[in-house]
Nanobody, 115 residues
Framework: QVHLAESGGGLVQAGGSLRLSCAAS????????MGWYRQAPGKQRELVAS???????NYVDSVNGRFTISIDAAENTLYLQMSMLKPEDTGVYYC?????????WGQGTQVTVSS
């Protein structure tokens, strides 16, 4: 059974940093397409960043240069390092895995950036 557990969200001032973690079980993070999505209040969920097993990364334009997605294969964990945070980065961040022809989601972690 696949389980994704996010952690690391919280309240931070604009310009600050946070690191989100997603501990995976039931799949290998370095063998599947992994990603972080976020959903702001009143908006649709959007893809923030993704990474494939070989390490190819992709970012939405609004976070390019500020966020870094990475994996730790030994810990089977996905990370999102967020720097220079802005109030518009506020939302619930979800870990996602595309594996075995299915989509898997974590429960989400709240990130709030105050101005």
């Amino acid at each position: 059974q696949v389980h994704l557990a996010e952690s690391g969200g919280g309240l931070v001032q604009a310009g600050g940093s946070l690191r989100l973690s997603c501990a995976a079980s039931g799949i290998r993070v370095n063998s599947n397409v992994m990603g972080w999505y976020r959903q702001a209040p009143g908006k649709q969920r959007e893809l923030v960043a993704s990474i494939t097993g070989p390490g190819r990364t992709n970012y939405v334009d609004s976070v390019n240069g500020r966020f870094t997605i990475s994996i730790d294969a030994a810990e089977n964990t996905l990370y999102l390092q967020m720097s220079m945070l802005k109030p518009e980065d506020t939302g619930v961040y979800y870990c996602h895995a595309a594996a075995n022809w299915r989509n898997y989601w974590g429960q989400g972690t709240q990130v709030t950036v105050s101005s």
